[in-house]
Each structure stands twice: as structure tokens, then as C-alpha cells.
């Protein structure tokens, strides 16, 4: 009868104490590490590490055939590298304790031992968790079936908390499927862990598996940010386009060492005579809030934006090759000389 209440109730089951033990092992050790190998199917697949620091600090290495994968996840930032193939992707900190899905390789899915993140395994197993229990600890197993198909879980408690197996096995409705596995070695607890132990050094020669995504410059139709700039001289701010006359001009953002802005500021040098000219950097105009150069947002440099006689955005061009010199300056004039001339709306 007991038991009867028990499973009506939603009670754990009467040997769960692997749970309690597991919780508070993990509430012992919030810096631990541990060496572990994996297998597929019944073979073997890779052998890894993982180190962790709560809240957020995590090393994973794992290799097996001609993969060797390593993550580093902290408040500094999160890289992952695939030495076999000599790539890398650099993602922002999570700030936890936790992983991206990986894009360059399949290594964190079937060797990341997950629930190590996790300070409780109910994370993982409910209350209908069958537990069986012996002198070495317990045997935790859970299986679900969704739409998808069938998925199981198996985990080994031993009897000081310690998680020294776990298993999942997923059955897809439309056959196949896979059965992975992971046996621990003995938990260690190195002392006194720093940020620098979990970061990762990118290797020379290695690529990016995707270029970072270029930041759009504020776009042809919208109001420019004309009014706040200080003077070179930095003695008064001042709104540009009243500058200008209310006319057509050019602004553009430079930086201060590199070929192509210096060799845009000779540029900009020399058509100031008929074309109202600004610039930041390289002496120009400055933003002593900021907030007018994130309006811009300019991707890269040299950015050049015309704006109307309205201070809206007409065109904009980006970088400057002086061998084209003759024809980006025939472009650009006739762009300001077509904007002179446009009816106001």
C-alpha cells in the first residue's frame, strides 16, 4: 500500500539517494577534474578530459581518429578548436556554465560528458527513474518516448556521489540510432585554479571557421548624426551640415595608421576646395561622446558617407585604393554635384 501512495503521490523511489549523494558531492567540489573515454556503438570512439569551475569556467578536450577538440568556456570568452581540420571559432562568454552548439565538429555532442555541468542529476532523471542499487552504488535509468522515437539513460552513482558511467542510447522512429558511452576515471581536485589554466592558445596557421559578421554603416535614407562634433581645433561643437551651408557634403571616418586612410585624407585634401569636406580621425572632427560614431557605425576604415542637403545619408562608399584614385574621385563629385541638385522633399 505504501508503495502504491508512494507512486500516485509522485514520491522518488525509496533508493534514490544517488541523487542526494551526486548533489552533494558536486556542492563539495566546485573545482574538479576528470579523464574519461568513450564509445559508439560498442567501440571505441575517444578518450578526453574535462575541467570544471563553477560558476562558469570550463577546459574540454577530447580526441579520437583524426579529430582533437578542445573548448574553453569563461567569463573571458568562449573558443573551440578543431585541430584535425586547423579551425577555430571564437563565440561570446555564456557567463555559465554551459556550451554553444558547435559548428566545426561533431566531438561536443558525442563526447562532452554533460551531465558534469550539472550540480543535480534530476537535470537529466525524474521521478520515474528506475534506480537499482549495489555495493558499488547505484545504477540510475531513464527511458522516454516522444514522436521522434525512443531515447535512454543510464548513470552509475557511486557510493561517495561520484558519477563513474553514463550512457544514452536514442532509437529513431525511422531506424538507426546511436549508443553512446562514457567511463570515468577517478575525480582529481587541483588547487588554487585561475582563469589562465582554461584558456586555450590559437595555433599559428589555424582559420576561422567563419569570417565575423560585418557590422552594417548607417544606411542611404536615414537622418545623419551632423550635430555634436568638436572642432579639430577643440575649442567649439559644432553641426556640420550648418557648416556646410545646408549643402551636400562628405564626412568620413579614418583611422590614423593605415595606407588607405592616409592616402584618403590626401583625397579628401584635395577636393575640399569645391566640396565641402569633414572628417574624424587623422586630425578631423571629433566625438568626445561616442555616440555619434556608433550612428555611424562604420565597419571598417576608411568610411565615407555623403550627405544631403536634407543630413540624410545620399551614398556611401567604403575603403580607398589610391591606383583608382582618379576614378573614385570622378564618382565621388558627380554623386554630390547629382545631390546639389535634387529637389528638396
Do not use: C
Request: charged fraction near 20%; aromatic fraction near 10%.
Amino acid at each position: 500500500m505504501t508503495l502504491i501512495l508512494a507512486a500516485l503521490l509522485g514520491a522518488r523511489p525509496p533508493h534514490t539517494d544517488a541523487f542526494g549523494r551526486y548533489r552533494a558531492f558536486m556542492a563539495a567540489h566546485q573545482s574538479f577534474q576528470v579523464s574519461f573515454s568513450t564509445k559508439l556503438n560498442g567501440h571505441d570512439l575517444s578518450t578526453g578530459s574535462i575541467t570544471v569551475q563553477r560558476p562558469q569556467r570550463l577546459l574540454f578536450r577530447a580526441r579520437g581518429g583524426r579529430a582533437n577538440y578542445s573548448i574553453s568556456s569563461t567569463e573571458a570568452g568562449y573558443v573551440e578548436i578543431e585541430r584535425g581540420t586547423k579551425t577555430y571559432e571564437e563565440l561570446p562568454s555564456l557567463h555559465r556554465l554551459a556550451t554553444y552548439p558547435s559548428e566545426i565538429s561533431g566531438m561536443a555532442y558525442s563526447t562532452l560528458p554533460t551531465p558534469l555541468l550539472f550540480p543535480d542529476l534530476r537535470t537529466i532523471f525524474d521521478r520515474t527513474t528506475d534506480v537499482t542499487s549495489s555495493a558499488a552504488g547505484d545504477r540510475l535509468h531513464i527511458s522516454a518516448r516522444t514522436m521522434m522515437g525512443k531515447m535512454d539513460a543510464w548513470a552509475d552513482v557511486d557510493s561517495k556521489g561520484r558519477l563513474t558511467y553514463f550512457r544514452k542510447k536514442t532509437v529513431p522512429t525511422r531506424g538507426g540510432g546511436a549508443d553512446y558511452e562514457w567511463h570515468f576515471k577517478p575525480f582529481t581536485f587541483p588547487a588554487n585554479l585561475k582563469l589562465k589554466d582554461f584558456l586555450t592558445t590559437l595555433p599559428v596557421g589555424f582559420v576561422p571557421y567563419a569570417l565575423p559578421r560585418m557590422e552594417m554603416p548607417l544606411q542611404i535614407g536615414k537622418p545623419a548624426p551632423t550635430n555634436g562634433w568638436t572642432t579639430p581645433n577643440g575649442r567649439q561643437t559644432v553641426d556640420l551640415a550648418a557648416v556646410a551651408g545646408h549643402k551636400p557634403f562628405i564626412f568620413a571616418v579614418l583611422d590614423t595608421d593605415s595606407a588607405a586612410s592616409l592616402g584618403a585624407l590626401a583625397f579628401l585634401k584635395t577636393i575640399q576646395d569645391g566640396t565641402p569636406v569633414f572628417w574624424t580621425g587623422n586630425g578631423g572632427y571629433t566625438d568626445r561622446s561616442g555616440r555619434l560614431l556608433a550612428l555611424l557605425n562604420p565597419p571598417a576604415t576608411p568610411m565615407f558617407y555623403l550627405i544631403d542637403g536634407q543630413g540624410k545619408v545620399a551614398k556611401l562608399w567604403l575603403g580607398f585604393d589610391s591606383s583608382h584614385r582618379a576614378a573614385f574621385q570622378a564618382e565621388v563629385l558627380k554623386a554630390v554635384q547629382e545631390a546639389s541638385s535634387s529637389k528638396k522633399p
